[in-house]
Protein backbone atom coordinates (compact mmCIF):
# COMPACT_ATOMS: atom_id res chain seq x y z
CA UNK A 1 0.00 0.00 0.00
CA UNK A 2 1.61 3.21 -0.67
CA UNK A 3 0.93 6.59 0.69
CA UNK A 4 2.90 8.45 -1.08
CA UNK A 5 2.19 8.40 -4.98
CA UNK A 6 5.38 8.39 -6.75
CA UNK A 7 4.58 11.70 -8.63
CA UNK A 8 5.20 13.21 -4.83
CA UNK A 9 8.09 11.00 -3.70
CA UNK A 10 9.89 12.42 -6.98
CA UNK A 11 9.32 15.78 -6.36
CA UNK A 12 9.79 15.55 -2.75
CA UNK A 13 13.52 13.80 -3.59
CA UNK A 14 13.81 16.64 -6.34
CA UNK A 15 13.15 19.43 -3.61
CA UNK A 16 15.31 18.00 -0.62
CA UNK A 17 18.60 17.59 -3.37
CA UNK A 18 17.60 21.25 -4.54
CA UNK A 19 17.41 22.36 -1.07
CA UNK A 20 21.02 20.84 -0.20
CA UNK A 21 22.46 22.73 -3.04
CA UNK A 22 21.28 25.86 -1.81
CA UNK A 23 22.03 25.14 1.68
CA UNK A 24 25.85 24.14 0.22
CA UNK A 25 26.35 27.25 -1.66
CA UNK A 26 24.96 29.25 1.26
CA UNK A 27 27.44 27.63 3.33
CA UNK A 28 30.77 27.57 1.27
CA UNK A 29 30.13 31.53 0.19
CA UNK A 30 29.70 32.07 4.26
CA UNK A 31 33.00 29.97 5.10
CA UNK A 32 34.87 31.24 2.24
CA UNK A 33 33.92 34.97 2.07
CA UNK A 34 32.18 35.81 5.38
CA UNK A 35 29.46 37.08 4.06
CA UNK A 36 26.75 36.69 1.11
CA UNK A 37 28.34 37.74 -1.95
CA UNK A 38 28.11 35.04 -5.05
CA UNK A 39 25.66 32.79 -3.68
CA UNK A 40 23.03 34.94 -5.05
CA UNK A 41 24.11 33.41 -8.42
CA UNK A 42 23.48 29.45 -8.28
CA UNK A 43 20.60 30.13 -5.68
CA UNK A 44 18.74 31.89 -7.47
CA UNK A 45 18.96 29.31 -10.69
CA UNK A 46 18.28 26.41 -8.51
CA UNK A 47 14.86 28.26 -7.48
CA UNK A 48 14.58 29.36 -10.76
CA UNK A 49 15.18 25.89 -12.87
CA UNK A 50 12.97 23.90 -9.96
CA UNK A 51 9.88 26.35 -10.58
CA UNK A 52 10.89 24.90 -14.35
CA UNK A 53 11.01 21.72 -14.13
CA UNK A 54 8.99 21.13 -11.07
CA UNK A 55 5.15 20.18 -13.28
CA UNK A 56 7.55 17.86 -15.37
CA UNK A 57 8.39 15.81 -12.36
CA UNK A 58 5.48 16.16 -10.95
CA UNK A 59 3.08 15.13 -13.85
CA UNK A 60 5.68 13.77 -16.24
CA UNK A 61 6.22 15.01 -19.55
CA UNK A 62 2.05 15.78 -20.78
CA UNK A 63 3.33 18.90 -18.93
CA UNK A 64 5.76 19.45 -20.85
CA UNK A 65 4.24 22.58 -22.94
CA UNK A 66 3.29 23.70 -18.96
CA UNK A 67 7.51 24.47 -18.03
CA UNK A 68 8.16 25.36 -21.38
CA UNK A 69 5.70 28.31 -20.90
CA UNK A 70 6.94 29.05 -17.52
CA UNK A 71 10.21 29.22 -19.03
CA UNK A 72 9.33 31.31 -21.87
CA UNK A 73 7.30 33.37 -19.53
CA UNK A 74 10.32 33.70 -16.80
CA UNK A 75 13.33 33.66 -18.23
CA UNK A 76 13.83 37.27 -19.20
CA UNK A 77 12.73 39.00 -15.57
CA UNK A 78 14.48 36.46 -13.86
CA UNK A 79 17.66 37.59 -15.99
CA UNK A 80 16.46 41.60 -15.63
CA UNK A 81 16.17 40.64 -11.61
CA UNK A 82 19.39 38.92 -11.33
CA UNK A 83 21.05 41.34 -13.19
CA UNK A 84 19.63 44.45 -10.74
CA UNK A 85 20.10 42.69 -7.86
CA UNK A 86 23.45 41.48 -8.25
CA UNK A 87 24.63 45.45 -9.71
CA UNK A 88 27.18 43.47 -11.90
CA UNK A 89 27.18 45.81 -14.59
CA UNK A 90 24.62 46.45 -18.06
CA UNK A 91 24.56 42.72 -19.30
CA UNK A 92 20.82 42.17 -19.96
CA UNK A 93 20.04 44.32 -22.71
CA UNK A 94 23.47 43.83 -25.19
CA UNK A 95 23.91 39.83 -23.71
CA UNK A 96 21.11 38.05 -22.11
CA UNK A 97 17.95 39.42 -24.09
CA UNK A 98 19.13 38.45 -27.20
CA UNK A 99 20.76 34.92 -26.39
CA UNK A 100 17.56 34.18 -23.67
CA UNK A 101 15.00 35.34 -26.61
CA UNK A 102 16.74 33.31 -29.27
CA UNK A 103 17.19 30.02 -27.26
CA UNK A 104 13.78 30.10 -25.99
CA UNK A 105 12.18 30.46 -29.45
CA UNK A 106 14.59 27.90 -30.51
CA UNK A 107 13.24 25.28 -27.57
CA UNK A 108 9.53 25.89 -29.00
CA UNK A 109 10.99 25.19 -32.69
CA UNK A 110 12.15 21.64 -31.39
CA UNK A 111 9.54 21.70 -29.17
CA UNK A 112 6.72 21.92 -32.70
CA UNK A 113 9.37 19.76 -35.29
CA UNK A 114 9.48 17.17 -32.67
CA UNK A 115 5.78 17.47 -32.40
CA UNK A 116 4.84 17.23 -36.42
CA UNK A 117 7.83 15.18 -37.94
CA UNK A 118 8.05 11.54 -37.14
CA UNK A 119 11.14 10.75 -39.59
CA UNK A 120 14.03 10.32 -36.98
CA UNK A 121 16.67 11.74 -40.12
CA UNK A 122 13.94 14.92 -40.85
CA UNK A 123 13.51 15.74 -37.00
CA UNK A 124 17.45 15.66 -36.72
CA UNK A 125 18.01 17.47 -40.22
CA UNK A 126 15.29 20.12 -38.63
CA UNK A 127 16.73 20.86 -35.34
CA UNK A 128 20.43 21.09 -36.94
CA UNK A 129 19.39 23.45 -39.24
CA UNK A 130 17.15 25.32 -37.22
CA UNK A 131 20.40 25.16 -34.23
CA UNK A 132 22.33 27.02 -37.41
CA UNK A 133 19.71 29.96 -37.77
CA UNK A 134 19.12 30.57 -34.34
CA UNK A 135 23.02 30.88 -33.89
CA UNK A 136 23.41 33.26 -36.74
CA UNK A 137 20.75 34.95 -35.25
CA UNK A 138 22.31 35.48 -31.72
CA UNK A 139 25.35 35.91 -32.85
CA UNK A 140 23.99 39.39 -35.10
CA UNK A 141 22.06 40.03 -32.30
CA UNK A 142 24.56 40.48 -30.53
CA UNK A 143 26.76 42.31 -32.68
CA UNK A 144 24.32 45.17 -32.89
CA UNK A 145 23.34 45.23 -29.53
CA UNK A 146 26.83 45.04 -27.70
CA UNK A 147 29.03 46.69 -30.75
CA UNK A 148 31.75 44.57 -29.98
CA UNK A 149 33.58 42.52 -33.06
CA UNK A 150 34.09 39.19 -32.45
CA UNK A 151 35.24 36.12 -33.73
CA UNK A 152 32.89 35.07 -36.47
CA UNK A 153 31.55 31.84 -35.01
CA UNK A 154 27.93 32.59 -35.67
CA UNK A 155 28.74 32.21 -39.56
CA UNK A 156 30.50 29.27 -38.98
CA UNK A 157 28.20 27.68 -36.78
CA UNK A 158 25.48 28.51 -38.97
CA UNK A 159 27.16 26.72 -42.28
CA UNK A 160 28.65 23.64 -40.09
CA UNK A 161 24.90 23.22 -39.06
CA UNK A 162 23.39 23.92 -42.32
CA UNK A 163 25.63 21.48 -44.21
CA UNK A 164 25.08 18.62 -41.92
CA UNK A 165 21.66 19.07 -41.76
CA UNK A 166 22.02 18.44 -45.79
CA UNK A 167 24.67 15.51 -45.14
CA UNK A 168 21.88 14.20 -43.35
CA UNK A 169 18.87 14.53 -45.40
CA UNK A 170 21.09 13.33 -48.36
CA UNK A 171 21.77 10.11 -45.66
CA UNK A 172 18.03 9.55 -45.63
CA UNK A 173 17.47 9.90 -49.29
CA UNK A 174 20.30 6.98 -49.94
CA UNK A 175 18.79 4.96 -46.75
CA UNK A 176 15.79 5.13 -48.16
CA UNK A 177 16.77 4.31 -51.92
CA UNK A 178 18.88 1.35 -50.54
CA UNK A 179 16.25 0.04 -48.48
CA UNK A 180 13.42 0.50 -51.73
CA UNK A 181 16.05 -1.40 -53.73
CA UNK A 182 16.31 -4.24 -51.57
CA UNK A 183 12.29 -4.78 -51.56
CA UNK A 184 12.16 -5.11 -55.19
Known amino acids: MKFIPDSHA ?22 IEREMTW ?5 CSLIFA ?20 LLS ?7 LIL ?14 FPIAFFSVLYIWVIYGVVNKIRNPWFVSSAIIAS ?8 YLALLLLSGYTM ?20 AARIRREAVTNNNI
Open 10 to 31: RLWAISVFFFIAIFVCVFCNMA
Open 39 to 43: FVYPV
Open 50 to 69: WGIFAPIIYRGTRYLRLSLG
Open 73 to 79: AFILPYL
Open 83 to 96: EQWTHSGNWFIPIA
Open 131 to 138: GGVFSLCI
Open 151 to 170: FPWGWISFGSALGLSLLLLI
